[in-house]
């Protein structure tokens, strides 16, 4: 990997990005270390975080409001897609890669910068998404990874960072590693690492324990206009909107949580934590107007596509064109896909208990099993015939020895 002489750093103000400044610039001869902090969400003041990698070095500190980008660009499709990494993962996590790097190579073009890098480690799948993005965006820009080749334990890193004058809060440390952005929040490593331990409270921060939500269920509806969510309550709201308040309407009655062993890209079955109130509750409600306003054959060959995108999406391949022929065809499906879902909410359950859309293709005369009845029950007899008559042919010629 040849020099680089400017370098933009994806950087979080955790010990991790905080050592990677100084040593960027000793063990990798970079002259010049620009930080870039993205807000996503995560609720943090990024003002100290800007000021503190002055501090450790960096020539200059870029701060970006990526909240918007987050939640139009990345999780709206998403949503659109029913994503569920393994079924049950929403990928709040995975949904953020790609954008870092956008802006990362954004960045890099507007400052002159040869190389771009991030604090990621060489076990876990954000390396991955990293890397494969950048070089999708950019193929030019050299991608450095000091974190993945350091060789250092947490404490060795501070100790590093404390040769170069870098002091690091005192608080007791973690024992836990937590992603948190507006989509949900995940929690690895610690006590976790041990699959049959339960997780503790105190892991959680966007869901209550159920012993401390409300005894009344709650009752919320959300309105899609073209498989988007638009409305919550009868009140039009932005997607940033939607999944703040869902997040803390959701949360308040102990919904979101997952606890599972996921398979990383790299080989890895890892423990997994996750809070994604919010964005699971989208996912269940597009998924349940879906089912409304799609015909069966699109329903079940889109099933099988999500299953496909939520893995791209995990294991990197934002920017790729596989996955943008999905988009292409998932958002030919949505353009239907307008109604309103409703909710119960209740320790921990979210029970979609009505839906209703101007598209829906459920009809109560055909449904019904009352006296408006419009369905023609002779014609079956004529259908099964044909549809059972390969069976029919087959058991009478080969029945006897299957
Ligand atoms: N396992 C999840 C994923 O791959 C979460 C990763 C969390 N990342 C982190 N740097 N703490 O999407």
């Known amino acids: ?136 965006l950019n193929p030019n820009l050299k991608v450095l990874a ?69 005894d009344e269920p709650e009752y919320v509806e959300v309105g899609f206009t073209a498989g988007e969510p638009t409305c919550l309550n009868g009140q039009e709201m932005s997607a940033i909107q939607m999944l703040t308040e869902l997040n803390a309407i959701a949360g308040n009655h102990g919904v979101g949580r997952i606890d599972m062993i996921e398979n990383r890209l790299v080989g890895i079955k890892s423990r997994e934590i996750y809070e994604a109130p919010a964005l699971l509750l989208l996912i269940a409600a597009h998924r349940d107007l879906e089912s409304l306003t799609l015909t069966a054959d699109v329903t079940q060959y889109k099933r099988s596509i999500e299953e496909t995108y939520s893995r791209l999406v995990y294991n990197g391949l934002w920017y790729s064109p596989l996955k943008s022929s999905l988009d292409a065809f998932i958002e030919h499906t949505q353009m239907f896909v307008s109604g309103t879902i409703r909710i119960k909410l209740h320790k921990g359950n979210a029970q979609i208990v009505g839906r209703q859309s101007e598209n829906a293709l459920y009809s109560e005369e055909l449904a019904t099993y009352g006296a408006d009845d419009q369905f023609d029950h002779r014609a079956a007899e004529g259908f099964i015939y044909v549809w059972g008559l390969p069976t029919r042919v087959w058991s009478e010629r080969l029945g006897d020895e299957a």
């Not at 000021?51 to 200059?60: F, I, P, V, Y």
């Not at 987050?70 to 996590?93: D, F, G, H, Q």
Request: hydrophobic content about 40%; charged content about 25%; some cysteine.
């Open 1 to 136: 990997m040849g020099r680089a002489e400017r370098v933009v750093l994806a950087y979080s103000g955790g010990v991790d990005t905080t050592v990677c400044i100084p040593y960027l610039k000793n063990e990798f001869g970079v002259k010049e270390v620009i930080t870039l902090a993205a807000d996503l969400g995560q609720g943090e003041d990024l003002e100290p975080i800007r000021q503190k990698a002055l501090k450790a070095g960096a020539s200059e500190s870029l701060v970006v409001d990526a909240k918007k980008a987050l939640v139009e660009r990345y999780a709206v499709p998403a949503i659109k897609a029913n994503a569920l990494y393994e079924n049950r993962y929403p990928l709040s996590t995975a949904l953020a890669r790609p954008l870092i790097a956008k802006l990362l190579v954004e960045a890099a073009d507007q400052c002159s910068a040869d190389a771009v890098a991030h604090g990621c480690t060489g076990k876990g799948n954000d390396q991955v998404r990293f890397d494969v993005s950048i070089g999708a």
């Open 146 to 214: 000091p974190a993945r080749e350091w060789g250092m334990s947490r404490e060795e890193a501070i100790a590093y960072g404390e040769q170069f004058g870098l002091t690091f809060a005192v608080k007791k440390s973690s024992p836990y590693s937590i992603d948190y952005n507006l989509l949900g929040r995940s929690i690895e490593a610690g006590p976790l690492e041990n699959p049959w331990t339960e997780p503790l409270e105190e892991v959680f921060a966007m869901t209550k324990a159920i012993a401390d939500t409300p």
